[in-house]
C-alpha cells in the first residue's frame, strides 16, 4: 500500500512538474486511440442496424422492381407465388416526381402504400404519422438531408403536400443510395441538387403523379421460407439482363449496401489506426528516451534510498502507463463522438445506427494497447536507468565517449554545426531510427 | 536506532580496491584499504580533493561496488550481493546524506523523509508517522509542507539527514554534509551530528571540514586511494573543538 501510495505520488508529481512533455504524450497516444477506436466501431457498424430495422418493418426477404421485367409484367406479378414465398406485400406503385422543399430540389421515388399496414415491408414511422391524403412521409436521411421536419410543406411535381411523418425502411437501400439496386426511373435530363429520395404517399396520390413520359413502375416484397436462400433465389428467378438495374434484389445486398456507406472510412481508419499506433509508439519512445536521460538523478535517488532496481523502473514506468490510461479514455471518447459523422448515412436505420456500437471488448483493445505502446516504449529505458550504477546516476556526470583515432581524423575536418548533429545522432542512434521513423 | 553492545564491527572492509578506466587512463580511487568501525563509532574521513574519500563511502554503503576486497556490512558481507539484496540492505540498514543534498524537489519536505519507509513497505499512516517525528527531531515541522526549492541549504540538509534516519538505520554515511553550508549553517549541522553521535549511531563522515572531523572519535586521512593516518581522537579533542563552535554551553 505505501509503495502504491509513493509510486502514484512520484507520477502524478512529475506529471504536474512536467506538463507540456505530459500533454505531447497525451495527445499522441490519444490520436493514435481514437483513430483504433473508429476503425473499431465502424466494423459493423451497419449490420445489426439493418438486422433491427428488417425485424422491425417485417422487412422483405426479396424486393422486386418492375422496371428489371420490361413489358414481361406477367412474369412481374406471378412472383408472388412463386413457390418458396410465404407472404409479400404490393406491388406498391411508384412515381418519379421532383421535390421542392426549403429552396432546393431532388429527384423522389414516391411510393404509393394504403393506410393499412402491410404484411410484408411496412416502414416504421419514427416521427409523426403514417400516410394520409394531402401527406407524405420521408425517409429519415432524407429529410435529415434536406432539414424536412414534421408539419413541414413541400412540393411534389407542383402539387403541395405536408410532411406527414418520418420513417424507415429494410427494402430500400438508405439514402442517398436509393437507386443502388433496384435503379431509379424518371427523366434522365433532370438537373437537380440532391441525390434521389424516397417518400411514401398515398396510392391515389403515387398514381395521381404519373404521366405518359414519366409512367408509374412497381415494387414488390416478398417473403421467403428460408430468407438465408435469397440470393439463390434472387438468382433464379432474376430475368435476362436487359443493361438495366437488377430487378430482383436480396435483403443480404440491401444489408451490404448499407455497410458499404461506412466501409470506405473503415478501410481507410483501420490501417491508419495502427500506422498512428506506430507512431505513437515510436514518439513515446523518443520523449520518453529523453525524459529516462533527465531523470536519471531520480533514479539514483530513489536506488539511493532503497529501491530495487525493478522498482526504480516501475516508477519511472507508472506515470506513463497513467498517461497511457488516460489518453485511452480521450481516444475512446474522441472516436464515440466521431463515429457518428462518419456514419451519419446510417442514420436511415434504425436504433441511431450512426452511433458507434461500444462493447466491453472494443473498450479494453484500446485500453491494453494504449498501455503496450507506452510500455513498449518506455520499458528498455527504464530498465537500461534502473540498470546503471547508483553513484553514476547521482553524480549525473557525462560520460566519456569511446572514440576511435580514425574518426576524430575524420571529424575534424566537418563544418562544427554538421559535426555536433552528426555526434548526437551517433549518441542516440535507437531514438534518432524511432525519429526517423516518426518523419516517415 | 538499531544500537547494541556488541563489539563486532558494524563496517568492515578488507583489501578494498577501486579501479576506474583502463590502461593508461587507469585511476585507482580505493588502493587496498583496510577499517573496521565499531557499532556507535563516529569515524572522520578526510583528504585532498580526488583521494577517493567518496567512493571509499559509496562502496562502504552498497552504492557502488569494489574492483577487489571485500565489504562487510551489518554482518553480511555485500559486495558479492545481488542488486536487488544490495537494495534491501542498505533500505534497512544504511542512511546517506549528501553534500547535494539529494532531495526529490517535486516532493514536499514531509513526503521526502517519507520516501525511505513508503518504499521499506512500511503502512502510509506508520511512514507519515515516523516523519512527522523525525522532522521535529531535526525542527523542520513548521518547512513540512514546503518543497525543497524553497528552503535553504542548512534547512535542505538537515531534511535529507531526516530522511537518512526513516528507517532507523545502523549506519549513516555523510558525503561531505557541510560542503555546501555556510557556517552558521554548519554549526547547525554539527549541533545535529552531535544529537546522533550521543544517540549510538555509527557514522562514517566524508568531510574537508576540520571543525566536523573534530566531532569524530576516530580521523581517517587518505592520499591517493590509501589510508596514511587512523588516528583515535581524544575526548578532549572534541569537547574544546565543541567548546569552540559553541557546542557546550
Known sequence: ?440 | MKVSQSQEPVVRACNLRRDFGRGEGLVRAVDGADLDVARGETVAVMGPSGCGKSTLLHLLGGLDRPTAGEVWLAGQRIDQMSERALADLRRSEVGFVFQAFQLMDELTVLENVELPALLAGRSPRSARNRASELLERVEMTQRSGHLPTELSGGQRQRVAIARALANEPTVILADEPTGNLDSAATTDMLRLFDTLRASGLTLIIVTHDERVAATADRLISMRDGAFVDDTRLADGTTRSLSKLIGLED
Request: charged residues 10%; proline residues 8%.
Open chain 1, 1 to 440: 500500500m505505501g509503495r502504491l501510495l509513493l509510486i502514484s505520488r512520484l507520477a502524478a508529481r512529475d506529471v504536474r512538474r512536467r506538463p507540456a512533455q505530459a500533454a505531447l504524450l497525451l495527445v499522441v497516444i490519444a490520436a493514435a486511440m481514437a483513430a483504433l477506436t473508429l476503425g473499431l466501431v465502424l466494423h459493423g457498424v451497419t449490420a445489426n442496424p439493418y438486422a433491427q430495422t428488417k425485424a422491425e418493418t417485417a422487412g422483405p426477404d426479396v424486393v422486386a422492381s418492375s422496371v428489371g421485367y420490361g413489358s414481361d409484367q406477367r412474369r412481374f406479378a406471378a412472383l408472388a407465388d412463386t413457390p418458396g414465398v410465404v407472404a409479400h406485400g404490393g406491388p406498391f406503385p411508384v412515381a418519379w416526381p421532383v421535390l421542392t422543399a426549403h429552396g432546393v430540389t431532388a429527384d423522389v421515388m414516391a411510393e404509393g402504400r394504403e393506410q393499412a399496414p402491410a404484411a410484408v415491408d411496412q416502414p416504421k414511422v419514427l416521427q409523426g404519422t403514417w400516410v394520409h391524403s394531402g401527406g407524405v412521409v420521408v425517409e429519415r436521411a432524407f429529410a435529415n438531408a434536406l432539414d424536412l421536419h414534421v408539419g413541414d410543406q413541400v412540393s411534389v411535381d407542383g402539387k403541395a403536400f405536408r410532411v406527414d411523418g418520418i420513417a424507415v425502411t429494410a427494402a430500400v437501400p438508405v439514402y442517398s443510395q436509393v437507386c443502388f439496386y433496384g435503379g431509379c426511373s424518371g427523366p434522365p435530363s433532370r438537373s437537380l441538387q440532391f441525390d434521389t429520395g424516397l417518400i411514401w404517399l398515398t396510392q391515389p396520390a403515387a398514381r395521381a403523379l404519373a404521366t405518359p413520359a414519366n409512367p408509374l413502375t412497381h415494387y414488390l416484397s416478398l417473403r421467403l421460407a428460408d430468407p438465408a436462400s435469397a440470393p439463390t433465389f434472387v438468382q433464379k428467378h432474376q430475368p435476362p439482363s436487359t443493361n438495366g438495374p437488377a430487378a430482383l434484389t436480396s435483403w443480404q445486398s440491401l444489408s451490404a449496401a448499407a455497410a458499404t456507406l461506412v466501409s470506405q472510412e473503415q478501410n481507410v481508419l483501420s490501417p491508419a489506426s495502427w500506422l498512428l499506433c506506430l507512431l505513437a509508439l515510436a514518439t513515446v519512445a523518443v520523449v520518453a528516451g529523453g525524459r529516462m536521460d533527465e531523470q536519471e538523478r531520480r533514479v539514483g535517488l530513489l536506488k539511493a534510498a532503497g529501491a530495487t532496481p525493478s522498482l526504480a523502473a516501475i516508477v519511472l514506468l507508472a506515470e506513463h502507463l497513467m498517461i497511457a490510461v488516460c489518453a485511452a479514455a480521450a481516444g475512446l471518447a474522441a472516436g464515440w463522438l466521431a463515429a457518428p459523422l462518419l456514419t451519419s448515412p446510417g442514420a436511415s436505420l434504425i436504433g441511431a445506427p450512426g452511433s458507434p456500437a461500444f462493447s466491453v471488448p472494443i473498450v479494453l483493445l484500446v485500453v491494453i494497447v494504449a498501455l503496450a505502446v507506452a510500455t513498449a516504449s518506455t520499458l528498455v529505458p527504464a530498465l537500461r536507468a534502473a540498470r546503471v550504477s547508483t553513484v553514476r546516476l547521482l553524480a549525473g556526470t557525462a560520460r566519456p565517449p569511446r572514440r576511435q583515432a580514425w574518426l576524430i581524423r575524420l571529424s575534424s575536418g566537418l563544418p562544427v554545426p554538421l559535426l555536433l548533429g552528426l555526434r548526437l545522432v551517433a549518441r542516440r542512434p535507437r531514438r534518432s531510427l524511432l525519429s526517423g521513423a516518426s518523419f516517415t
